[in-house]
Structures are given as C-alpha cells and as structure tokens.
C-alpha cells in the first residue's frame, strides 16, 4: 500500500492542524494505521493508532486529550487531529500501515510496520 501524508505546516502554539494521510494500492480497511513522529534531534515516537474499523483507538501520552485519530475507510484516509499545539510538537509526522489480522488489532511499534508514508512537517512556534 502506497501512503501520502499531508496538512502539515507553521503554526503557533495553541493552534490546530488537522494531518491526513491517503492510502492507495490495496484494500485499506485490511490494515491498522498508525502515526508516528520523530522531532529534530530525538527518535521517532509512537503518537496514535487505529484498528481497521475505528474499532479502538490510541493515543501517547503526550498527546492525549489533544489529538485525535481517525480514519475513512470508504475515502482511503486516516486522520490526526492536533488541537492546542505546543513547540515539542514540532516534528515529521509520519503515517504507517499494519496488515491487521483482526479487528482489534494495532501496531504502536515501528518493528510492526509493514508501509511508511512519506513525512509531513509540523512546526509550532511559540
């Protein structure tokens, strides 16, 4: 599966994006999607994850109760809603894909990725 992501940009802190993520090339209801980040100077980090059917979702600490993943599965696309943006938000956010065997079932690993898109920067001034 081929993925794009995309809707990131500069912003203040405090302001929202709203990131997406278009799936092509295989059925996208067969896999569970995943964001990741990795910001200048650190490791990429876990920030949210979804079951094939929004059956559940995740979300890291560090962003929970400010984020939001969500997917379309009739329209090929996951979203992450970002809300009250802080500067360590600042990173290349990255969509990923995992085969899902069930409906229950999430990667929050980058060792169960199987496709990675390409990065969208999000930079948070403050």
């Known amino acids: 599966v081929q993925l794009q992501a995309s809707g990131g940009g500069l912003v203040q802190a405090g302001d929202s994006l709203r990131l997406s993520c278009a799936a092509s090339g295989d059925t996208f209801s067969r896999y569970a999607m995943t964001w990741f980040r990795q910001g200048p100077g650190k490791a990429r980090e876990f920030v949210a994850a979804?079951?094939?059917?929004?059956?559940?979702?995740y979300h890291a600490a560090s962003v929970r109760g400010r984020f939001t993943i969500s997917r379309d599965n009739a329209k090929n696309l996951v979203y992450l809603q970002m809300n009250s943006l802080k500067p360590e938000d600042t990173a290349m956010y990255y969509c990923a894909a995992a085969r899902a065997g069930t409906s229950s079932y999430v990667c929050s690993d980058s060792g169960c990725i199987e496709y990675w898109g390409q990065g969208t920067l999000v930079t948070v001034s403050s």
């Open positions: 979804i079951t094939r059917t929004s059956f559940n979702r």
